[in-house]
C-alpha cells in the first residue's frame, strides 16, 4: 500500500516538539518532510541521553525527515529556501511572531512564489496580544493554560506541572489534524491557506470538557459537582499497583463480588454513579485493605473478567515487557549506524495493517543537504563553495 501522504513534501522550520513532533507523524504517513536547521541544530538534539549528535527524543519526534543546515542570516541559504518554499506543500514553523516576516518568508510573501501552500505558524499564545511576545516552552503553557491547576498534588491541592511535555504534544496532534484538514481542502479549492495554531489554545481545547465542565454554564448554572477525576487514587496491593473505575451499575457490581462483599449493593449511599462518587471514601475505606493482601496481577485478571474497567500500573522500566505492547508490537527498535539501536512507539495510526518501518531512522544534522541541494540543480562544485563560506552545513 502507497502511505496516505505519498507526494506530499513539507518544509519543517520548527523547532524543539510542537512542530517537529507534527511533522514527524505526518513523516511517518508518507510525507517527504525537509527538516531545516541551524548550525547548532534542533535544541532536541541535547535534550536527554544522548550519542553524538541524536538524543532518543530527537530520534523518536524526527524520523523519516531528511536534514539540511542552513544559515539564514545569509543570502545565499535565504535563496536556498525560497526554492525549497517554492517546491513544497506545507511550510511548518514555530519562530516567535514577526519572526518570519523579518526573514522574508512570511505567510503573504511565501503565498506570492507559491499560492498552493499550506502555511503553519505555531506560537506559545498567539499572533498578537498581551503575552504574544514573551518566549514560551511547555511548562508556561501548562502554567496559564489550567493544566496546573487541574492536575494539583493530592495531598496539599497546590498546582502542580506534569513531568511530560503535555501541551508541546497536543499541539503536534492539533496541527497535523489541521495540515491534513487544509491540504484536503486544497483538492477542492486549488488554494493553499494560512493556519494559526497557539499552544495555549491548543491546550485549553484539549483541557476543557471535563476539567472546566463546573465553568461552561453561564446562565442559570447549575450547582457545582466535584471535579472529575480529583477523587480517584490508584489502589494499592502487595507487589504494585492498578487503576480501577466503575461509573455503571453493573462494573461496580462486579467490583463488590470480586472483593467478597456484595453487601456494598444494598448500601444506598452506593445506589448509583453519583452517590457511588459523593461517597467514595466510605467504599474506599472498606475495600483498600482487601487489596493491599492481594498479588497485583492476577486480581487486575480476576477484575477484568467480571467486566470491571480495570487496568495494573506499568513502570516505566516494564513497558516493553508488559504483554499487550508486545502483542500490539507498539514499540520498535531502529539501528542508527555507529550508535547501535534506539526503542520508539512506532505510528499509533496503522493503515490497512501495514508494519512499521525500523529503518526510517531520524538525520544526522545536515546529512542531506547535499542531495537537497543537488536536487534543487545546484552543481557539485557550487555545493562545495556553499559549504566553504558556511552558507550550508
Not at 503573504?108 to 516552552?137: C, D, H, M
Request: glycine content about 8%; some cysteine; aromatic content about 8%.
Amino acid at each position: 500500500m502507497q502511505a496516505p501522504l505519498s507526494g506530499v513534501r513539507i518544509l519543517d522550520l520548527s523547532a524543539v516538539v510542537s512542530g517537529p513532533m507534527a511533522t514527524g507523524i505526518l513523516a511517518d504517513q508518507g510525507a517527504d518532510v525537509i527538516k531545516v536547521e541551524t548550525q547548532g541544530g534542533d535544541l532536541t538534539r541535547r535534550v536527554g541521553p544522548i550519542q553524538g549528535d541524536m538524543t532518543s527524543l530527537f530520534a523518536t519526534i524526527n524520523r523519516g525527515k531528511r536534514s539540511i543546515v542552513l544559515d539564514l542570516k545569509q543570502p545565499e541559504a535565504r535563496a536556498i529556501l525560497r526554492e525549497l518554499a517554492e517546491q513544497a506543500d506545507v511550510l511548518v514553523e514555530n519562530f516567535r511572531p514577526g519572526a518570519m516576516q523579518r526573514l522574508g518568508f512570511g505567510y503573504e510573501q511565501v503565498k506570492a512564489w507559491n499560492p498552493r501552500i499550506v502555511y503553519l505558524s505555531i506560537t506559545g499564545f498567539g499572533q498578537s496580544g498581551p503575552y504574544s511576545g514573551y518566549r514560551v516552552y511547555d511548562p508556561v503553557i501548562q502554567a496559564v493554560s489550567g493544566f496546573a491547576d487541574a492536575h494539583p498534588d493530592f495531598d496539599t491541592q497546590e498546582p502542580r506541572l506534569l513531568q511530560t511535555l503535555m501541551c508541546d504534544k497536543i499541539t503536534a496532534l492539533t496541527a497535523a489534524q489541521a495540515i491534513t484538514a487544509a491540504l484536503h481542502g486544497r483538492q477542492t479549492s486549488g488554494e493553499g491557506c494560512r493556519i494559526e495554531l497557539s499552544m495555549l489554545d491548543a491546550g485549553l481545547s484539549f483541557l476543557w470538557p471535563e476539567a472546566l465542565y463546573n465553568h461552561s454554564f453561564l446562565d442559570n448554572p447549575p450547582a457545582p459537582v466535584p471535579e472529575f477525576g480529583a477523587r480517584q487514587k490508584l489502589w494499592r496491593c502487595k507487589d504494585g499497583w492498578f487503576a480501577m473505575i466503575a461509573p455503571q451499575d453493573e462494573e461496580f457490581a462486579g467490583i463488590c463480588r470480586v472483593f467478597g462483599k456484595p453487601e456494598l449493593l444494598q448500601d444506598p449511599r452506593f445506589a448509583n454513579m453519583m452517590l457511588r462518587r459523593d461517597h467514595i471514601d466510605a467504599w474506599r475505606a472498606v475495600l483498600e485493605p482487601i487489596a493491599a493482601e492481594q498479588l497485583v496481577r492476577p486480581f487486575v485478571e480476576r477484575l477484568a473478567a467480571e467486566g470491571v474497567p480495570v487496568g495494573h500500573v506499568n513502570f516505566k522500566a516494564d513497558l516493553a515487557d508488559d504483554p499487550q505492547i508486545r502483542h500490539n508490537e507498539s514499540l520498535m527498535a531502529s539501528n542508527y549506524p555507529g550508535l547501535g539501536r534506539i526503542r520508539a512507539p512506532r505510528a499509533a495510526a496503522r493503515f490497512n495493517q501495514q508494519p512499521a518501518d525500523p529503518d526510517r531512522l531520524a538525520p544526522h544534522l545536515g546529512e542531506h543537504t547535499r542531495s537537497i541541494l543537488a536536487e534543487l540543480g545546484r552543481s557539485q562544485e557550487a555545493i562545495d563553495a556553499l559549504f566553504a563560506a558556511a552558507v550550508v552545513r
